[in-house]
């Protein structure tokens, strides 16, 4: 009997030390778990695509950001706090980076710590403008060179793959014989090709060099150029003697997000902000970039960049963490403006709905370009953007009387919308100079 009782005794106490144990352990065990499987579903499913659904279900038709999609380069966003990835300890997206797995600061780390060090300097700006020495340590964007090969290879070689990608509908991606790839837009909606294609040229005309190398091309089965995927040409419902867009498709692209200056109501990017010190040149690089898209975004009313994430808001108060639409970057940190088929024309039809948050988004800018205030600064003078625009569009386009020329009331738009640009600059000027 005693010999029972204590066998059930210490079966108690086993039992209680070992729940005991349990309880004291979970915490300990579970919670950093938990925690680790929440933050991976999170960025496999990726917050953006599940918010932007939800918010896309209460949209009216008329709205535009139902088209809302992701990046044309089907590139999966992380969620991350949203700072841009070479700060973030090297967080990899897609694999490009490279790590060698040993221990202490990777070379790349060092270098980040280095430059930072020298992006303290107080030379960051000039009055209301980057200063030169920032533009420098900055990547530069495509040049005119890029542009003339661009053209040269649609016109010269081979496109032998054509398949799905590169946005919907009958958009896509095609591989030439080289095996460099190109976005092809293929619309039954000219409006949208002019509005790509004029947006490119507008880019131009600025002095912005973000947006890719374009090109108008004409779809011919019969075209020695074209043989090899006529099967796909078919099966994508293309139309011969059909004018499309040939984007180049820039490989090993990473998201890009909001700088922390624009994601809040109080955003602004003002000279007397502490740009020096607490930057790294890659921070510093996004906002440079930054203040030419806003320029670049509010003239085309592009729609489906960061007003789209103003938009949704309403209903994801995280969607301003997410990385922006339609932008991407380079290892290198150049910034590539995407998606450009809603600016200028489908963007100006909506102004009535959308115009405050293009103009909130234009009133938190007093950094600029020196060469992009002084385009606008000419353009402001000669009253006459549509013109040059249409002018820049038929000397570089072999194609250019396939499609119809920028409208007389588009540009009547454009031109106002310039004169704003220019009187924020003016503003700014006045206030901190
Ligand atoms: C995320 O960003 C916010 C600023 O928007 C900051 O306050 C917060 O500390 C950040 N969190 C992490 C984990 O970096
Ligand atoms: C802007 O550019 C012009 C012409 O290149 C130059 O004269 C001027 O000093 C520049 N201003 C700044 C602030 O960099
Ligand atoms: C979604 C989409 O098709 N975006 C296009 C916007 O324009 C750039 C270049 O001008 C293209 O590369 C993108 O494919």
Not at 47 to 65: C, F, M, T, Y
Not at 217 to 236: K, P
């Amino acid at each position: 009997m005693r010999k029972f009782h204590s066998v059930i005794m210490a079966g108690l106490a086993f039992t209680l030390g070992f729940v005991l144990g349990m309880m004291l352990q979970l915490p300990v065990i579970t919670l950093p778990l938990e925690e680790q499987n929440f933050e991976k579903t999170d960025s496999k499913t990726g917050i953006r695509h599940e918010s932007v659904g939800s918010a896309r279900k209460q949209l009216s038709l008329d709205n535009p950001l139902r088209l809302v999609k992701p990046s044309s380069y089907g590139v999966v966003y992380p969620l991350n706090n949203g700072t841009n990835s070479y700060l973030q300890g090297q967080t990899d997206y897609s694999g490009s980076q490279q790590s060698d797995g040993s221990s202490g600061a990777s070379p790349a780390i060092e270098s980040v710590i280095r430059n930072r060090e020298s992006a303290k300097q107080p030379d960051v700006l000039n009055g209301i403008f980057w200063s030169e020495a920032t533009e420098k340590k900055c990547p530069g964007g495509f040049t005119e060179k890029e542009q003339e090969d661009w053209k040269s290879k649609i016109n010269n070689v081979k496109v032998v793959k054509l398949e799905n990608g590169c946005g919907r509908m009958q958009n896509r991606l095609a591989t030439f014989k080289d095996a460099s790839r190109a976005c092809v837009r293929y619309r039954m909606n000219t409006d949208q090709i002019q509005g790509d294609i004029f947006s490119f040229y507008l880019s131009k005309l600025l002095g912005i060099s973000n947006v890719p190398p374009s090109s108008l091309h004409l779809v011919n089965t019969i075209d020695d150029r074209w043989r090899t995927v006529t099967g796909e040409i078919a099966n994508s419902k293309w139309a011969d003697d059909k004018v499309v867009i040939f984007t180049q498709f820039v490989e090993g692209l990473k998201p890009s997000h909001i700088p922390f200056e624009f994601r809040e109501e109080d955003r602004k990017l003002h000279p007397k902000q502490d740009l020096g010190n607490s930057k790294g040149p890659e921070d510093l690089c996004d906002l440079v970039q930054w203040s030419d898209l806003l320029i670049f975004d509010y003239l085309t009313a592009n729609l489906d960049r960061v007003v789209n994430n103003m938009f949704n808001r309403q209903w994801n108060p995280n969607m301003m963490n997410t990385p922006a639409h339609n932008l991407e970057r380079t290892s290198n940190g150049r910034l590539v403006f995407l998606d450009n088929e809603s600016g200028l024309f489908h963007g100006y039809r909506l102004l009535d709905k959308y115009a405050s948050y293009h103009k909130k988004l234009l009133d938190a800018l007093c950094v600029f370009r020196n060469s992009t205030a002084r385009a606008i600064e000419r353009l402001y003078r000669s009253g006459n953007a549509g013109e040059e625009l249409n002018k820049l569009f038929s000397q570089h386009e072999e194609l250019s009387n396939q499609i119809p020329r920028f409208p007389q009331k588009n540009a009547k738009i454009l031109q106002q919308r310039i004169a704003d640009v220019y009187e924020q600059i003016q503003m700014c000027k006045k206030q901190y100079v």
